[in-house]
């Protein structure tokens, strides 16, 4: 049982390259995350999938694209990479379980991604 | 959307005190809580949480406080250890995860 497991683990782009960063888990979760992390700002979400075959925005979406491609998988494109797109990423998954219309499921992360873009 | 605010950014204590980290959010449809502790170059791991119908939560050295009324809650770790030396954040669900800025939380041997 690997849990969420995102690659890679280390990657460097230039400005104006593209990459796709890959997660998947392993616990049957419905719910699933993408959300940078930088000094000082948190963790800011990038989007979501609540259940397969839906996604939706979260707080910082721009410059990002993301493909739940089956209930284990959740990819996070960048189509031309910033400099501002220089953080470390985590890939996300819970059971989302509802409470009132909220998500009361425990957050299982990935180990990170730190991109860095020239 | 939701805005969760946490304070201190930094906080120092010696070993053995107890350190306190203080939450607020905005959104009043948020019921679910939870506290996450980062050790650095790792990944966040759940600590503790607590949902809108309790008031505190208790796990042997740390506990959590809710007050839905002022929108606010906080972490309370008591005895303090070099070990619980880490960034905490604070978090709110709605239908999504918000996250609080983080905690540096450093205890001096």
């Known amino acids: 049982n690997a849990g969420v497991t995102q690659t890679p683990k280390f990657q460097v782009l230039k400005t104006g390259q593209s990459m796709t960063l890959q997660c998947a888990q392993d616990m049957n979760h419905n719910s699933m995350y993408w959300y940078r992390q930088d000094p000082g700002m948190g963790l800011r979400l990038i989007y979501y999938?609540?259940?397969?075959?839906?996604?939706d925005k979260g707080e910082v979406p721009n410059g990002y694209n993301v493909s739940r491609l089956n209930k284990r998988e959740f990819s996070l494109r960048l189509e031309s990479a910033a400099p501002s797109q220089t953080s470390v990423y985590f890939c996300a998954s819970s059971e989302a379980l509802t409470s009132g219309g909220s998500n009361t499921g425990e957050l299982f992360f990935g180990e990170g991604s730190r991109l860095t873009v020239l | 959307g939701e805005n969760v605010e946490q304070h201190p950014s930094t906080l120092s204590v010696q070993e053995g005190d107890s350190a306190v980290i203080k939450c607020t959010y905005s959104?009043?449809?948020?019921?679910?809580f939870p506290w996450y502790k980062q050790e650095l170059g790792k990944r966040p791991q759940l600590i503790i949480d607590i949902r809108s119908n309790v008031g505190e939560k208790k796990d042997q050295r740390i506990a959590v406080t809710l007050n839905k009324t002022a929108k606010h809650f906080s972490l309370h770790i008591t005895e303090t250890q070099p070990e619980d030396s880490a960034v905490y954040f604070c978090a709110a669900s709605g239908n999504q995860f918000y996250f609080g800025t983080g905690t540096s939380l450093t205890v001096i041997p």
């Open positions: 959104d009043s449809a948020s019921n679910y």
């Open positions: 999938s609540a259940s397969e075959g839906t996604t």
